[in-house]
Each structure stands twice: as structure tokens, then as C-alpha cells.
């Protein structure tokens, strides 16, 4: 699901659908066209707002990885895609 929802933002910055000029974020158009994709991959009714949660998250969840990373002794796996300790 992230990947296609991520894939799909991808597309949607290509096209024009995120701010630009100082403002941050996606428009509206963005969110809805993810939810439209995203939605038969998990089999669940999915909402722009549902989407946008979903992106806070993520957000959430990348800063925590950056701060491990930049702790002695961890480092990142490309093998596996996951933080590993030396």
C-alpha cells in the first residue's frame, strides 16, 4: 500500500498537484487520486483524509529512522531496507 500511495504522489508532484511558491504540502486533487488508486490494493474504502493520515505517519515513522541512524552504531541496510546495528 505505501509504495503504490508513495508511487502515486510521485505522479501527482509531476503533474502539478503539490504546492510550490513557499507553501507546503499537496493539494486536495492529490490526496483523492491516492485514495483512488490505494483503495482496491487494501480492500478498504479509503478517504483523501484517510491519506493524508496515513502521510503523517510516514513522516512520523522517517524521522524516527533518521535519528536512530545518526546514533553510533546503526546503519542502514540495503539488502533488507531496515536500520541494523553494527
Known amino acids: 500500500m505505501d509504495?503504490?500511495?508513495f508511487s502515486?504522489?510521485?505522479e501527482?508532484?509531476?503533474i502539478g498537484n503539490?504546492?510550490?511558491g513557499g507553501q507546503a504540502g499537496w493539494k486536495a486533487p492529490a490526496f483523492i487520486v491516492v485514495a483512488k488508486?490505494?483503495?482496491p490494493l487494501c480492500h478498504q474504502t479509503l478517504t483523501k483524509d484517510h491519506v493524508h493520515n496515513r502521510?503523517?505517519?510516514m513522516r512520523r515513522m522517517m524521522k524516527n529512522v533518521q535519528e536512530i541512524l545518526q546514533v553510533s552504531g546503526f546503519g542502514?541496510?540495503?539488502e533488507k531496507?531496515?536500520?541494523r546495528p553494527h
Open 8 to 10: 502515486t504522489f510521485r
Open 76 to 78: 542502514w541496510s540495503n
Open 37 to 39: 488508486i490505494v483503495q
Open 55 to 57: 502521510l503523517k505517519t
Open 12 to 14: 501527482q508532484a509531476l
Open 81 to 83: 531496507k531496515i536500520v
Open 18 to 20: 503539490k504546492a510550490k
Open 3 to 5: 509504495r503504490a500511495m
